[in-house]
């Protein structure tokens, strides 16, 4: 600890020199430049030789202060461990000549500069102190560290910002990993269990025929076993497409789409108008929206008919579902529609990042609009 506070306060004296130097000569010529011209240049060359001098030490002074904090975060991370985040880029920061001015953090970074000279000799000279007092060693070694969190990483709003990105990020990420694992289950269902499903029902019923002729009791329980094995093949079917339709990967959200609609028990009319795709784990979630939504309104909305719209505006992937049934559907409601039915629908959006909105007056017609962020 000693001999590393140590270090740490020699690595900050020469930054703190360096900094203090360069920072000092730039603030010098900028000065001097500045004066001549208000005390007024000779001939109009020197005027514009001090001109062009006060602009570049304008331009370059606050890049040259990034800069050293760049430094100076370079050698907080390597004597001491500690990684302090660059400040993000104000909304001012884009214009090139004034922009970095206009940035706040600008200013506290000139401020730990100045300070960090300051610090810099206080820190070599307490160094030939550390050995007879452990203690200071450590006092000081936080206080640099506070000082160059406060000073020279993002402020407490940007931090709270990245944190919010870095948690956005994750979640996409999380989204695109279930996504892809629950097609790999698909993929292994369908290949696998589905396949000796399908060999063992087929190979029940030609036993079915064979042994038709056989007492009653060999009768009924082959043709259980073959019931049994077309029950369970379609509940696997059923579950697989509930996992991860292969339709969706194979031929896109529109033949996937049409799947759903022509396998609902009232009509269904379609309407798709997406000329880009989003991303795979979006799509996947308009899927099981309209699949859940339709569900549904089969179960609960006593509807004689629906229709579904998909449609992408720029960035935003909008699903709208829409039926002509009894109405009154709401979150929480008492009916059946919570849980996995409208929660469960809003659950989805949600993981991407999306919003979903229920309109659905007494006596209908009820719409549930979904709105997906495309590249979620």
């Given at each position: ?53 006060s602009v570049l030490v304008f331009v370059l002074l606050p890049w040259v202060v990034q800069g050293l904090a760049q430094l100076q975060r370079s050698r907080i991370r390597a004597m001491l461990g500690t990684d302090i985040p660059a400040p993000a880029r104000s909304a001012g ?122 007492s009653e009791p060999v009768r009924t329980a082959i043709a259980a076993a073959h019931d049994e094995a077309v029950l369970a093949l379609t509940e696997l079917r059923e579950f697989i497409r509930g996992l991860h339709p292969a339709v969706l990967s194979d031929r896109g959200l ?123």
């Amino acid at each position: 600890m000693i001999w590393r506070a140590t270090k740490n306060a020699l690595a900050g004296l020469l930054a703190g020199l360096a900094g203090g130097l360069l920072l000092g000569a730039l603030a010098v010529i900028g000065w001097a430049a500045i004066i001549s011209l208000v005390e007024g240049a000779g001939n109009w060359e020197h005027v514009g030789l001090y001109v062009v001098v006060s602009v570049l030490v304008f331009v370059l002074l606050p890049w040259v202060v990034q800069g050293l904090a760049q430094l100076q975060r370079s050698r907080i991370r390597a004597m001491l461990g500690t990684d302090i985040p660059a400040p993000a880029r104000s909304a001012g920061a884009g214009r090139w000549l004034a922009g970095p001015w206009l940035d706040g953090r600008t200013w506290c970074q000139l401020g730990y500069h100045v300070l960090a000279v300051v610090t810099g000799f206080a820190g070599a000279l307490l160094a030939v102190l550390f050995p007879v007092v452990p203690g200071l060693a450590r006092r000081f070694t936080r206080a640099d560290e506070g000082l160059a969190r406060a000073l020279l990483g993002p402020s407490r709003g940007e931090a709270l910002a990245l944190r919010v990105e870095s948690l956005a990020r994750s979640r996409a990420d999380l989204v695109d990993a279930a996504d892809a694992e629950r097609r790999r289950i698909e993929r292994d269902l369908h290949d696998g269990a589905q396949q000796r499903l399908v060999s063992l029902a087929m190979n029940l019923g030609m036993a079915r025929e064979r042994f038709d002729g056989e007492s009653e009791p060999v009768r009924t329980a082959i043709a259980a076993a073959h019931d049994e094995a077309v029950l369970a093949l379609t509940e696997l079917r059923e579950f697989i497409r509930g996992l991860h339709p292969a339709v969706l990967s194979d031929r896109g959200l529109v033949a996937a789409l049409s799947g759903l609609a022509a396998r609902a028990p009232l009509p269904v009319r379609l309407q798709v108008d997406v000329p880009r795709p989003a991303s795979a784990a979006v799509e996947a979630v308009a899927y099981f929206i309209v699949s859940e939504a339709l569900a549904n309104v089969t179960k609960h909305a006593q509807a004689s008919q629906a229709e579904v719209a998909v449609t992408r505006a720029g960035d935003v992937l909008r699903v709208a579902v829409t039926d002509n049934g009894r109405g009154g559907a709401a979150f929480g409601a008492s009916d059946g529609l919570d849980g996995t039915g409208l929660r469960g629908l809003a659950q989805r959006a949600a993981a991407v990042d999306g919003t979903l909105s229920i309109d659905s007056p007494r006596g209908g017609p009820t719409v549930i609009t979904a709105e997906l962020p495309c590249e979620s």
